[in-house]
């Protein structure tokens, strides 16, 4: 498997094309002040767990979404979301980044296809494969299976060594994004399992490509919400052991952001 990391890593720093397109990222309209760190979320749900235990200091509409400024214990950061798939994520990942933001933290939901993971386990993804167009659109070459893309190196180290100082289980492995929701076929979920894979969701590597080519810091979070590993379907969302693990990634995310960004 570490072979086939580095062979990833240095296929993929070698696609970035940093020639300008026509069509360029502007600031959000009327944000000001500080907007790091940014807390990106693609669901309303968690969105709502989120703000539930922050101060709102101010709010507006950003595209289909919302933009919350909050304080947790007297730590502030921006709250985005909901956000679903690449494509939508891209957008507003891009304009927040023209707005000068550069530390995020992505919260999303996925689904397991090793036979080692369950709803409920929260996942810390080290890479993620592309499966989707974003990342091809950024990369800008034509690019052969597998391909993957990445974190911030130092921030996602420093995101697991905060959940296992406190003793949050968590895993960590590689993810497959897609961009059709529909289209999870038994024949890619085979594949996908045997290149290590753990689940399956649709927005990590769209945002890891986005985040090394504009040289800022991202991290994914990932919350099991269903099972595929054994070729059908188990939905979890209602169970109680993923509301849990809602509630203690959102927490551990705040006390993350207060006690080792906003120090």
């Not at 492995?173 to 969701?201: M, N, P």
């Amino acid at each position: 498997m570490r072979p086939l990391i580095n062979h990833l890593k240095e296929k993929i720093m070698t696609l970035y094309n940093p020639n300008d397109t026509i069509i360029h990222p502007r600031p959000i309209h009327r944000l000001t002040g500080p907007i790091n760190p940014v807390v990106l979320v693609s669901s309303e749900q968690d969105m709502n767990l989120i703000r539930h235990l922050c101060n709102v200091l101010f709010k507006k509409r950003l595209m289909m979404s919302h933009l919350f400024k909050c304080e947790f214990d007297n730590s502030t950061f921006t709250l985005v979301g909901p956000m679903i798939g690449g494509p939508y994520s891209a957008i507003l990942l891009e304009e927040l980044i023209a707005s000068g933001a550069s530390q995020f933290i992505f919260l999303g939901w996925c689904g397991a296809i090793a036979p080692h993971v369950f709803i409920g386990d929260i996942i810390i993804p080290w890479m993620s494969f592309i499966d989707e167009g974003v990342s091809k659109a950024y990369l800008n070459q034509p690019m052969m299976p597998p391909n993957a893309s990445f974190p911030d190196k130092p921030f996602v180290n420093q995101l697991t060594t905060f959940f296992q100082a406190a003793q949050i289980p968590f895993q960590t492995g590689s993810v497959w994004s897609l961009d059709a929701f529909y289209r999870e076929t038994i024949e890619k979920i085979k594949y996908f399992q045997t290149i290590g894979a753990i689940a399956v969701e649709m927005e990590t590597a769209s945002l890891f490509t986005i985040s090394h080519f504009r040289h800022v810091k991202l991290v994914s979070v990932l919350l099991v919400s269903d099972e595929l590993f054994s070729l059908k379907w188990k939905p979890g969302f209602s169970h109680e052991a993923f509301k849990a693990c809602q509630k203690k990634a959102v927490e551990s995310i705040l006390v993350f952001i207060r006690d080792h960004i906003n120090e």
